[in-house]
């Protein structure tokens, strides 16, 4: 039976909730590793930079390499990755050096995890029909609704079979990626515009002003989304004297929630809104939240400041991909990999700040303050792309 390209889509769908549990899942387990083998807090700064590290490099080498397999066979390649990664989980610590093995697991995971962030975007807008803009933002929400799965489910996990079984639960995650790589190997893959010599952009995609305009937006958005995210739990944690469990769900899974929703929206109601002029709205929105954030003195406000956050990043990095697509129509699987590695800076850069001006500071409110330069830098970029068209 042939698929049609909703299929694809779907597919695509899924290819993000994987890229969700590539992300989210082993920092859910890093306090386990630490009680069980001993790993130290330096070590598992070394594996999140690492995973870091690794999808910048697949980001920027992938193009190339997808250029001479093709998208199915990448796909493919990065779901089997994810399977060795989250399946190895179960075994390889016990048989190599526990840290070595934990350490070749998150290779694999990152390795599969930087080539679906580069090639799921591309072959959502390739696929017929209208709306593309929405679509893409549609697409973008099941990131958030993946990030809620994981912490949720894995949570209900541990309450059920008890923390110590947590060898399990990375191989029941991969039933994920290895549905999707069943539903790759038959759904039908269309063409990339910008990826023959017909339809690409007539020279270097560095020669464009309004591609650079474009990258910078791409660090702001993922700095913007990154800054909060990853400390809310903490905050939550320290701000309501809540356990680490609670801390997860009023924090990440809070701002997920909100990010998921407005994604969500953007993808029903996307064809009556001007995605620019709703870039400049969502960084003002976000501004806002960060200000109630740092500097409200009630911690639960606080937290509802996380919330507003959450919502106003939603459209940030759907939103560069579509307005990357409109503007520069021939950019082809290169232009996307470059927003991709532009986002995964971001992602570093913005808890990066956070965390150094907290530890500079003392107060963790300060270091969130601060990374409000990336929500003010987006909406002065939004400013400054204009009408550009090259």
Not at 96 to 119: D, H, K, Q, T
Not at 287 to 299: D, H
Not at 343 to 360: E, F, K, Q, R
Request: proline share 5%.
């Amino acid at each position: 039976m042939k698929l049609s390209a909703k299929a694809t889509i779907y597919g695509c769908y899924l290819g993000y909730i994987t890229q969700a549990i590539v992300n989210n899942l082993p920092p859910l387990l890093f306090l386990t590793f630490r009680r069980e083998f001993g790993v130290t807090l330096d070590q598992i700064s070394l594996l999140i930079t690492m995973n870091f590290c690794v999808q910048i490099l697949v980001d920027l080498i992938s193009p190339k390499i997808i250029e001479k397999t093709g998208y199915r066979k990448a796909a493919l390649c990065a779901f089997l990755t994810v399977m060795l990664g989250l399946t190895g989980f179960y075994w390889i610590p016990f048989v190599l050096p526990p840290y070595a093995g934990i350490l070749l697991c998150m290779v694999c995971n990152a390795i599969g995890g930087g080539i679906l962030e580069v090639i799921v975007s591309p072959m959502v807008e390739a696929c017929p029909g209208e709306n593309k803009e929405a679509r893409m933002s549609f697409l973008h929400s099941f990131y958030c609704w993946g990030h809620m799965g994981v912490v949720l489910l894995s949570t209900l996990y541990f309450a059920l079979a008890g923390i110590e079984n947590w060898r399990f639960l990375p191989p029941l995650w991969a039933l994920v990626p290895l549905g999707t790589f069943l539903l790759f190997t038959r759904v039908p893959i269309y063409a990339v515009h910008g990826d023959d010599e017909e339809t690409k952009l007539p020279k270097s995609i560095f020669r464009y002003k309004v591609f650079w305009v474009l990258f910078l937006l791409m660090v702001c958005a993922g700095a913007s989304e990154q800054a909060v995210s990853q400390w809310s739990s903490l905050f939550a944690e320290e701000g309501l004297k809540v356990s680490k469990t609670m801390g997860d769900l009023l924090g990440p899974c809070a701002f997920a929630f909100c990010m998921g929703l407005s994604r969500l929206f953007y993808g029903r109601k996307g064809e009556k809104l001007n995605i620019l002029l709703s870039l400049k709205a969502t960084s003002v929105l976000c501004v806002a939240g960060y200000l109630i954030t740092a500097l409200s003195p009630l911690p639960l406000l606080s937290l509802a400041g996380c919330a507003l956050c959450g919502f106003s990043v939603g459209l940030m990095w759907p939103g560069v991909f579509s307005l990357g697509a409109s503007y520069l129509k021939g950019g082809g699987t290169f232009m996307f990999a470059m927003f991709a590695l532009a986002g995964d800076v971001g992602c570093s850069a913005g808890p990066a700040v956070v965390g150094i001006l907290s530890d500079m500071t003392g107060k963790l409110n300060l270091g969130i303050l601060a990374a409000v330069v990336f929500p003010i830098g987006l909406w002065g970029l939004s400013w400054g792309l204009g009408k550009r068209r090259g």
